[in-house]
Structures are given as C-alpha cells and as structure tokens.
C-alpha cells in the first residue's frame, strides 16, 4: 500500500506542479482563455494560488523523500485538498459543472495521501 500512496502524491505532485507554474509564471490574459475563472481574482491571488499549489507539490514530494520533517507531507495534501473545495466553490458559483469533477477527484486523492500519511503509512 505504501507503494500506491507514493504513487498518488507522485502524480498529484506532478498535477500541481504543473497547475501551479502555469499560474505563476503565464499572463493573466493568456491563463483567461483556458480558465474563464481568473476574472473573478487579481493578479496577486492567480499568483498566489499558483505558488500555493507550487509548494503543495514540493511538500507532498521533498520531506517524505528526504526525511526531514516527513510530517510535512500530510499537511502538504491537506492543504492541497482546501485549495481543491476552494476552487469547487470557485466553479459552482461560476456554473462550470464540467470543472467539478476534476476538482473532486484531485480532492480525493490529497485526502488519502493525508489520511494514509496521518494514519497508517505515516513516516
């Protein structure tokens, strides 16, 4: 089992990594063909979603593999796992129902990396 949450924080890892540098690092002009949402945000908080979702990823991958402060990892996918009811709220109040799918499975899979992380599996 420890194999398959190494997997799931992989790819969330992976997923946010990704997610997070496009907001940090793309205009906000060019993000709001491909996320209709950002008028709704600044600058500074499309930036700041995007460097939280950043260093949600680090979190989920760099203590647990390095072992220094290994409890950071949990704390990382709850984190991670606020970001995702935040942006589901963001997208039911738009009525972009196709998006909440998408928001409730990366929730669920940063629960279980916490809960398995917290719980059973933790380091």
Do not use: C
């Not at 390095?66 to 606020?82: D, F, Q, R």
């Not at 009811?85 to 039911?92: E, L, N, S």
Request: proline share 4%; aromatic share 12%; no cysteine.
């Amino acid at each position: 089992m420890n194999v398959v949450v190494w997997v799931v924080q992989v790819l969330l890892g992976i997923a946010f990594t990704f997610s997070g540098l496009g907001k940090l690092l793309r205009p906000r002009a060019e993000l709001r063909k491909q996320m209709a949402y950002v008028e709704d945000f600044t600058d500074g908080q499309i930036k700041a979603i995007g460097g939280a979702e950043v260093l949600g990823a680090l979190g989920l991958i760099l203590p647990a593999w390095t072992g220094i402060a290994p409890v950071l990892t949990p704390v990382a996918a709850t984190g991670l796992a606020v970001i995702m009811v935040g942006a589901a709220t963001v997208h039911y109040r738009r009525k972009e129902y196709q998006m909440l799918g998408v928001n409730a499975v990366l929730f669920a899979f940063a629960a279980f990396v916490a809960i398995m992380r917290f719980g059973p599996y933790a380091y």
